[in-house]
């Protein structure tokens, strides 16, 4: 008996040798592929890294040339206002001075007036001087009389006199007052050519500087291209790495279609939002992470399929002692379970095909265990599933209005105070409106299915 089973083995080999002669080397060339692939994954994970050095640098640029304009664009205005209120002086000096003139022309013809006046004064005063004494006893009645017209021609004359020097006094003061009011003029509308070669000038190194930052901006742009051109060849690389190593199972549209129904009876969230919001976070159960946990101090860890080293896998005083809790509960290896790796920025360590960190999970375990009856698994699709729907419900998304599901959406992925972060137009274009139009064509295929049926 023993030796037919034995004989039997042997002919099932020689059957594989001769039908399969490359069976040997298949696992050698998956080793190898995936070696390759490594290789060629790092050097683009190098290449992503120079683009994000590049575009800071080029940001940074950008930020030193748009204070640049502005400044000079502030300079500029600076300038138009004080030219502006340099303008509105020499103006009201014009008119000054055409006042003060005019007194002065006034003031002359006064000066003319009491010249003649002194003048006949004077012819007076002089005529009663060559009278004899015989013609001013025949002339006047009494010699008291004579002596009274000679006084009064005397202080006439006095009076004059004063007169005629307090008013050449005032045509020297407005004389005076018009030569300051000209030079005044005179160095203001120099200030003011001054000011326009200024703003000239401004206005140069303003458009310079625009132009550079044009530059700077299609710069910015190609590195973005650039990047996510690497980075999406980077993530095609990982998908098949992660074919080579093995996934986790997961589920055909129609199955995740079905569950996601079930979910909706529960929640009251439509079964495209989320879907489209699963496949955004791991391709409906496809990429469940990339990372293990190895330090529970540091929350460091290593990338699955090559082991290398990597920091901020988990955060050691927000997820850490919550997942091992829960792989805990549920016998699992906390050390040997799969996690998402960190981006860029930030920690990694979300969790199954709902992606949810640790300190989330443990908010909806419970919630979940009510609904199924048993121990809530965030690698589990159905309780994924749940979880993902009943957060979503709780920021809006049963009431399926755009707006009610567009905050769910960013509130799953960046906590219910997304709006007030400086980074919210980014969650808005690199998150909400991707899951929406997701969900719009999610939502037209549920419709085919279902009028096919």
């Not at 060849?233 to 790495?241: D, G, H, N």
């Not at 986790?248 to 995740?256: K, V």
């Not at 137009?425 to 295929?445: F, H, I, Q, S």
């Amino acid at each position: 008996m023993f030796f037919r089973f034995t004989k039997t083995i042997l002919l099932g080999i020689l059957i594989i040798v001769f039908l399969f002669p490359n069976f040997r080397g298949f696992a050698q060339t998956t080793t190898e592929e995936r070696e390759a692939l490594e290789a060629e994954l790092k050097k683009l994970e190098e290449q992503i890294a120079q683009y994000e050095e590049d575009i800071t640098k080029t940001q940074q640029e950008k930020k030193s040339l748009q204070n640049e304009i502005y400044i000079l664009g502030k300079r500029i205005e600076q300038l138009d206002y004080q030219a502006y209120r340099n303008n509105l002086i020499i103006k009201d000096l014009n008119f000054q001075i055409g006042d003060t003139q005019t007194s002065i022309d006034v003031t002359s013809l006064k000066i003319a007036d009491i010249k003649e006046n002194l003048a006949n004064i004077l012819q007076l005063r002089y005529e009663e001087d060559q009278r004899s004494l015989l013609e001013i006893f025949l002339a006047e009645k009494s010699l008291a009389d004579f002596f009274d017209d000679l006084m009064a021609l005397e202080a006439l004359n006095l009076e004059t006199q004063d007169l005629l020097t307090d008013i050449k006094g005032l045509k020297g003061s407005l004389e005076s007052q018009k030569d300051t009011m000209l030079v005044e003029k005179d160095d203001l509308e120099n200030i003011v050519t001054i000011q326009l070669l200024q703003k000239q000038e401004s206005a140069g190194a303003k458009k310079t500087q625009e132009y550079f930052l044009r530059l700077t901006e299609a710069e910015y742009q190609k590195y973005l291209k650039e990047k996510e051109e690497t980075e999406r060849k980077a993530a095609e690389i990982e998908a098949r790495i992660f074919e080579l190593i093995g996934v986790p199972e997961a589920p055909t549209f129609g199955e995740a279609l079905e569950l996601a129904k079930y979910v909706e009876g529960i929640t009251g969230v439509r079964p495209a939002l989320l879907l489209a919001v699963l496949t955004q976070e791991s391709n409906i159960g496809k990429n469940v992470g990339q990372c293990y946990l190895k330090n529970s101090s540091t929350g460091a860890g290593v990338v699955a399929f090559n082991g290398a080293k990597i920091s901020r896998v988990m955060k050691p005083t927000r997820d850490v002692v919550p997942f091992l809790s829960i792989t805990k509960e549920l016998n699992r290896d906390p050390y040997n379970t799969l996690v998402s790796c960190p981006m860029s920025y930030g920690w990694g360590g979300a969790m199954g095909p709902a992606q949810f960190i640790p300190s989330t999970w443990v908010l909806y375990r419970g919630k979940v265990k009510e609904i199924t009856g048993k121990a809530a698994d965030p690698w589990n699709i159905k309780d994924a599933f749940l979880a993902a729907a009943l957060y979503l419900k709780d920021y809006g998304a049963d009431k399926q209005t755009y707006d009610s599901e567009f905050n769910a959406v960013l509130s799953y992925f960046a906590g219910p105070a997304w709006y007030k972060s400086y980074y919210s137009n980014v969650y808005r274009g690199d998150y909400g409106y991707p899951v929406m139009r997701l969900a719009k064509g999610y939502e037209k295929d549920i419709k085919a299915i279902e009028s096919a049926i």
